[in-house]
């Protein structure tokens, strides 16, 4: 099993930033792969951001050049740095870890972005 628990979301002006932090705890020796997506109201949960254990990173076009993911191993930890946020990325935030045969989720954090 592995636990995820989610922080930093919160509300910020169109323009502004916010750091999102996904804390893993269990079994994450287990864990291969992290991301971030997000749901807006009404629409599919998207993938915004993924980290492999090996550290390559990929993104969502909608949001590459604005969003970085990071990880710390040492904490556990992986990161989404948001910058320049605009409304459209108003939406609750999900973490989740991938391994061999299973994924897990967080219980999410909003956003939400004004105008």
């Known amino acids: 099993q592995v636990q995820l628990a989610e922080s930093g979301g919160g509300l910020v002006q169109a323009g502004g930033s916010l750091r999102l932090s996904c804390a893993a705890s269990g079994s994450i020796f287990d864990i291969n792969a992290m991301g971030w997506y997000r749901q807006a109201r009404g629409k599919q949960r998207e993938l915004v951001a993924h980290?492999?254990?090996?550290?390559?990173?990929s993104y969502a076009n909608t949001i590459k050049g604005r969003f970085t993911i990071s990880g710390d191993n040492a904490k556990n930890t992986v990161y989404l740095q948001m910058n320049r946020l605009k409304p459209e990325d108003t939406a609750d935030y999900y973490c989740?870890?991938?391994?061999?045969?299973?994924?897990?989720w967080g219980q999410g954090t909003q956003v939400t972005v004004s105008s």
């Open positions: 989740n870890a991938d391994g061999p045969g299973f994924r897990y």
């Open positions: 980290i492999t254990s090996g550290g390559s990173t």
